[in-house]
């Protein structure tokens, strides 16, 4: 059974820093990438990395944000440093399918939520 399940958001004050984990099972994910939700805005992609180590990342993350990923286990990091409050949001982990960078599979998501 294919299984996406995130873990690691919570409450944290501006300036400090969180790191989110993703676990895939059940595929190797060619791209595997964290999405975000504020209220009332859309999903937006926060970053994304292939099996081969390429990266992308949102201009109001880079510098602060890094992801990573351990292709052995299937797990997605991303770490969080210099949160603002604008970063407060429901984020999702997501899974490709194989050789293209379309996400099909999703997690349930994880609440961030940074205090000014």
């Known amino acids: 059974q294919v299984q996406v399940v995130e873990s690691g958001g919570g409450l944290v004050q501006a300036g400090g820093s969180l790191r989110l984990s993703c676990a895939v099972s059940?595929?190797?994910?060619?791209?595997m990438g964290w999405f975000r939700q504020a209220p009332g805005k859309q999903r937006e992609l926060v970053a994304d990395i292939s099996s081969g180590g390429s990266t992308y990342y949102a201009d109001s993350v880079k510098g602060r944000f890094t992801i990573s990923r351990d292709n052995a286990k299937n797990i997605l990091y991303l770490q969080m440093d210099s949160l603002k409050p604008e970063d407060t949001a429901v984020y999702y982990c997501?899974?490709?399918?194989?050789?293209?960078?379309?996400?099909?599979?999703w997690g349930r998501g994880t609440q961030v939520t940074v205090s000014s």
């Open positions: 997501a899974a490709s399918v194989p050789y293209v960078r379309r996400y099909d599979l």
């Open positions: 059940g595929r190797t994910p060619y791209y």
